[in-house]
């Protein structure tokens, strides 16, 4: 007895293109949605790039101790 391998087909969410493994990898966006080459920069994209940098980009403030320390 076999078991069929249902393969999902990956399709732009904008103009319905059919789209390959590997653009499926390039063409995902943050916000979780594939997108073909054209769409990728121009979707109404839901994800919030400011708060994402403001989580992942504090920035430290460097005191003289902690410099000196450093060296």
Not at 13 to 41: A, D, P, Y
């Amino acid at each position: 007895m076999s078991v069929a391998v249902i393969q999902r087909c990956h399709k732009c969410q904008v103009c319905n293109k059919k789209i390959n493994t590997i653009r499926v990898i390039t063409g995902t966006c943050r916000c979780k949605q594939i997108f073909c080459s054209k769409h990728i920069l121009d979707h109404n994209c839901t994800f919030d790039y400011k708060e994402d940098y403001k989580m992942n980009n504090k920035l430290v403030k460097l005191t003289r101790e902690k410099i000196e320390t450093l060296y």
